[in-house]
């Protein structure tokens, strides 16, 4: 099996945004699909965590967008393990058009938990470091982020139907889509995400009542924040050109 | 060309909602996955459209399930004309597992509108006619929706980025969304939605302030709405089983 995997998909003109652009929380749940599909065809997706108890959690995502798919456009999605640690694996993206054009790259770093103690479990490294590749993943990784919720008051959000995945938890894309939707629509119009960071600190629920955050500091880069009682599940850093 | 249109889906499990069921918001996606591609292959998809200055446009969508597809199920989605009128052309579609067990079935009335005008414009009642087939989609027409929005309160909502489509109008699917984000999470625990019934009756835009009602009248039935200024943009009838 290839250490690489390659999956294609077409934006979808009904899926695009009001600028006809893929947006990126469609971006996101293409990087999950090729992720889940990359390592359920290499012994160790949903299916196999799920035989031992347990489950892949994404822990950080950045996603770097040079240029935004437009309907039609056939994308490329290549997809490889880029470390393994104890507790953490780190997965590489790289978007490109047809003719090996990059749209954008990503890195995540996932853990895998026990379902029933939502605790991190030991990764195998040896299973999965035969995978590792060296191709070139030229965007910075997830690193720190600033919080946001001492700097800006906070939107209040109650998780709803749509908001919960198969794990009862809120879906990962959907706070990317919370998040983007605390910005103007005007914003759009005229300036473009460049990056997006994202971290996972703790598992949203039903019936948490949360506080949405963006911290103005610059406008060309925002912090982000998502709280239940004053403390951040998820912190998200958005830059802007 | 055959008249009825075959498309394959498999049910992602990152995309299930906390019951490990396919969502109603994901079923629409892929019927309109499904009607435009089969346009689309017919000569009368977005480009072949928009050549002429005209868009498709929902105008209603009833989805009746008898079972929802669970996660890893292969779903296939066929999709015909029944029907081509002046005006609205009705497009049926079932959606069966991969031994042909059905799912459920849908049925849809499109228009289609001058882009600039935002008119309806006349069909090509021959074009279209030729592919209208009888196969049987044994569930009631969309039909009379009563009025939610002088029977229950609204609620205040203000459309986001994540809600625009392509045409910088409310995307259809985002309406389903929302409507069922009334419901409480509970709900879902012990009941099922068995049919959904939406009539979109104008298009919701940036900046439009809107309310959203969902009148209690039954509890196995309830009419909702999305007004602006008092008036219904959208209408949907919910029955739980």
Known sequence: MEKV??????AEPYLMDFRGRVTLPMIGNYLIHAASSHAGERGFGF???SERHTAWVLSRLAIEMKEYPTAFDKINLYTWI??????????????AD??????????????AIDVETRRPTLLDIEALGKYIDERPCPIEKPGKIMPAENKAEG??????????????????????EHLLDLFDIDQFKTREIGRLEIAYQSEGKQ????????????????DMAICHEGKAICRAAVTWR
Chains 1, 2 share one sequence.
């Not at 953490?88 to 993206?93: A, Y």
């Not at 939107?155 to 990317?176: A, E, M, Q, R, W």
Request: aromatic fraction near 14%; include cysteine; charge should be negative.
């Open 207 to 222: 019936g948490m009542p949360l506080t949405l955050h963006k911290a103005e500091s610059d406008p060309d880069k925002q």
């Open 155 to 176: 939107i209040p959000y109650s998780i709803k139907y749509s908001d919960l995945d198969i794990n009862g938890h809120f879906n990962s894309v959907k706070y990317i």
């Open 5 to 10: 995997g390659l999956f294609h998909f077409v």
């Open 98 to 111: 047809e003719n090996g054009k990059t749209f954008g790259f990503a890195r995540s770093i996932w853990a």
């Open 82 to 95: 880029d470390e393994v640690g104890r507790l953490f694996t780190s997965r590489c993206f790289e978007l």
């Open 47 to 49: 299916n196999d965590m």
